[in-house]
């Protein structure tokens, strides 16, 4: 039943209830006042009737004393409340008043007339040769008081019906905003949280349009962050899951769907320890312990199982799951990174670093041992060729004059000897620059260079060097040295070039300075195929030297236009201690 109904409903029963209490009233006052009337009446028309039977009992005679009376009734008609009735000595009736012309022909209700007519007795005078009744007649009493009654009662319906299309009307006409209200609640309901009140009439409808924005605004923040949270939950890249107070998995996400193999459907409400290798229960129950007294974990490494048994290396964190309104633990989030790709990264690190240091240990063995060939080439074959080379001009002087064809042969011997000893010379200095050892980079450098310039004259070779290269420690130096080295015998070699440019400098922040070495040519560059073909031993070493010092080696080359090497050498904690040798080798 609508509300307009519903306050019609109420206004017709207390109306009902009103007029009942009203009726009960007017019906009591009514009788009061009809017996009140009656009594006055009575009382009056006795007075009347018992002055005239006074007087009339004077005459002597009965006959006389009746027709006396019989005239004063005559005369005296319809008193208006009262039937009067004279009666003779038989009891035959000799008179009776007429009725009353009032209204006549029309009376109350018998129902009204019950309760509202007076009880009075009827009243018999005795007189002369007979008796008179008086007998109270109410009716025209009633008849009035009916009348009245029913005035009034359609007074109030007419009230009623007024107040009732008054208020039918009104309150339909303040309830409608009701229906803009319904209406935007029954489409929130539908899921548009988009949906606002329009400014609404009176205050009370104002004060819910304003209610009902402001948690539609909320609803529709709480569920953009919702699906953005959901969002974020569905498309993280760790596996996110939820354990209930049991233990029992209450939620799952697609990345854990992934990591494990188990679907959403398949593992939700199974307990979590079936994720975990057996050997590793004991820390479940740990991780459990610091959850629900509210710890977190931010990152463990360890071991999880895969639907098919296979052990998985994983870090997770985890936080315990708060009732916001109880604050209360209901359960614990986890969140689970697959790190077998990030171990064996790390391993590969180390191995590669182990590599590094292999490198660097076979390069610095190989350049004691090209230092002891140095010297062995040195001391024994250089004194042996030496030794040749004097007796050769001491034979060669003691035969000159006397035996021609010795003199000849011996000199032949000292010009041979001469020739090895430049070509041992320039194999010990290949072997080991032992320039560096006194002279330091950059003189070796230019040395070196030099004898490139005279050995190939139709090549330009330029050396630009940058930087305090003194104190660079002996395995960047040697390091630096064989690549500048490589790099101009290719040059020589293969690049059919006019022009070598080598640069070595030194630069960036104390601290993290380096060593760039560059080398260019113009000459051929590399072929396509060349570029695209595995290198060599030479370029190999260049880039291995490099790294094992944590450096970089790059090639550039553009067909035709030549080849350019760049080396970074990072000094760091290189520079200045050449006792890193030592240690490597
Ligand atoms: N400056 C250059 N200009 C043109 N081609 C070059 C140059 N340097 C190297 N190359 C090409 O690259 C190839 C690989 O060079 P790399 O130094 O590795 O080997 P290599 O010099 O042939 O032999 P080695 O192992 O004795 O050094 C060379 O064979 C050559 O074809
Ligand atoms: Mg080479």
């Not at 489409?187 to 609404?200: A, D, K, N, S």
């Not at 049991?246 to 854990?256: H, Q």
């Not at 490198?359 to 040749?388: K, M």
Request: net charge negative; with cysteine.
């Amino acid at each position: 039943m609508s509300l307009r109904v519903r306050i019609n409903l109420l206004l017709t029963v207390l109306t009902a209830l009103f007029t009942v209490a009203m009726l009960k009233i007017v019906v009591d006052d009514t009788r009061r006042s009809i017996r009140e009337e009656m009594e006055g009446a009575n009382r009056v028309t006795l007075q009347l009737l018992s002055t005239v039977i006074r007087d009339a009992q004077l005459v002597s005679t009965s006959d006389a004393s009746e027709s006396v009376l019989l005239n004063f009734l005559r005369e005296l008609g319809r008193v208006r409340a009262h039937e009067i009735k004279l009666f003779d000595v038989e009891d035959d009736l000799v008179y009776v008043s007429p009725p009353s012309v009032y209204k006549a022909g029309r009376f109350a209700p018998e129902w009204f007339a019950r309760l509202v007519k007076p009880d009075l007795p009827v009243i018999n005078l005795p007189v002369h040769g007979g008796n008179i009744t008086v007998r109270v007649d109410s009716s025209r009493s009633v008849l009035d008081a009916w009348d009245d009654l029913k005035n009034l009662l359609a007074l109030i319906l007419a009230f009623l019906v007024a107040v009732n299309v008054l208020v039918f009307f009104l309150v339909g006409r303040s309830l409608r905003p009701v229906q803009t209200v319904l209406t935007g609640l029954r489409r929130m309901e539908r899921g548009e949280l988009h949906v606002r009140l329009p400014e609404l009439p009176t205050p009370e409808f104002a004060a819910i349009s304003h209610t009902f924005n402001g948690m539609a605004d909320a609803l529709e923040q709480s569920q953009a962050e919702n699906s953005r949270l959901a969002m974020i939950v569905r498309q993280s890249g760790d596996a996110i899951m939820i354990l209930d107070l049991d233990g029992r998995i209450s939620f799952w996400n697609p990345a854990a769907e992934r990591l494990f193999g188990f679907s959403a459907e398949e593992i939700v409400g199974h307990p979590g320890r079936l994720l975990v290798p057996h050997s590793l229960v004991g820390e479940l129950a740990e991780h459990s312990a610091i959850l629900r007294a509210r710890g977190t974990i931010d990152h463990v490494e360890t071991r999880r199982r895969t639907k098919d048994g296979r052990p998985v290396d994983v870090a997770l964190a985890a936080a315990p799951l708060v009732d916001p309104v109880t604050k209360s633990v209901i359960g614990e989030i986890y969140t689970v990174r697959d790190i077998t790709e990030l171990k064996r990264a790390r391993e590969a690190e180390i191995e590669l670093a182990q590599n590094r240091q292999l490198t660097q240990l076979i390069q610095s063995s190989l350049e004691e041992e090209r230092r002891t060939i140095a010297r062995e080439l040195h001391d024994e074959l250089g004194q042996c060729i030496t030794a040749i080379r004097t007796v050769g001009t001491v034979v060669a002087q003691k035969t000159e004059s006397t035996r021609p064809d010795i003199h000849q042969s011996a000199k032949m011997i000292v010009d041979v000897a001469a020739r090895m000893y430049d070509s041992v010379h320039g194999i010990i200095r290949q072997l080991r620059p032992s320039a560096l050892d006194h002279l330091g980079l950059q003189d070796t450098l230019e040395d070196a260079v030099d004898q490139w310039r005279r050995l190939h004259p139709e090549i330009e070779f330029v050396l630009d060097v940058s930087g305090d290269l003194h104190d660079l420690g002996e395995t960047v130096n040697i390091t630096a040295y064989r690549i500048v080295q490589e790099c101009l015998t290719n040059v020589v070699k293969h690049a059919r070039a006019r022009r070598a440019h080598v640069s070595v400098s030194r630069d960036g922040p104390a601290g993290s300075e380096r060593l760039k070495v560059v080398v260019r040519d113009d000459g051929r560059g590399l072929t396509e195929p060349e570029a695209a073909r595995a290198t060599r031993f030479g370029q190999l070493g260049m880039r291995e030297r490099a790294e094992a010092l944590g450096g970089t080696f790059e090639l550039h080359s553009v067909e035709g236009q030549g080849l350019t090497v760049t080396v970074l050498l990072p000094l760091g904690a290189r520079a200045g201690h050449p006792g890193e040798a030592r240690v490597a080798s």
